[in-house]
């Protein structure tokens, strides 16, 4: 069972954690690219939704740029992997995110591309960045009213 609630100062410090890990510990991005910088950096004037156990640890969060509808970072720490929460975060944005929703994934994540095009995302085009070659995904599906979400 996960919470889902916007973000507070007093959840930088473990935000900033799960970023570095999640960062560092990614075999397809160049660890260069990310040497020296926070996720408050990297960030600014972001939307952020934690996903939190009952025990208050932070399990994910998902980092919006409302003004673009555009999704820049959604993080689950690796024990809470495979559990539904990327899913359930990404829920939490509907009616608060006008859609299309658009994201960059890098093209080597193979695992979250396989991630997002099974939720129902579409490549809209391509591109080369400081992360390597990239794919822009796009999302125009409203959530189906029969399914129940809970927090």
């Not at 609630?5 to 799960?18: T, V």
Request: contains cysteine.
């Amino acid at each position: 069972m996960h919470i889902i609630q916007e973000a507070a100062a007093c959840d930088l410090p473990a935000l900033e954690q799960l970023y570095r890990e999640s960062v560092t510990g990614a075999p397809w991005l160049p660890q260069t690219v990310y040497a020296g910088k926070s996720f408050a950096n990297v960030s600014p004037g972001e939307v952020v939704y934690l996903a939190k156990a009952l025990s208050g640890e932070l399990c994910g969060f998902v980092s919006v740029y409302a003004p673009e509808s555009f999704i820049h970072h959604l993080y689950v720490a690796p024990e809470f992997q495979r559990r539904g929460l990327a899913s359930a975060l990404l829920a939490s944005l509907h009616g608060s995110l006008p859609l299309p929703w658009r994201l960059k994934c890098t093209q080597a994540n193979t695992n979250a591309l396989a991630f997002y095009v099974a939720k129902g995302w579409h490549e809209v085009s391509a591109g080369d960045g400081e992360d390597g070659a990239y794919f822009v995904l796009e999302f125009h599906q409203e959530p189906n009213p029969s399914i129940e979400r809970r927090p």
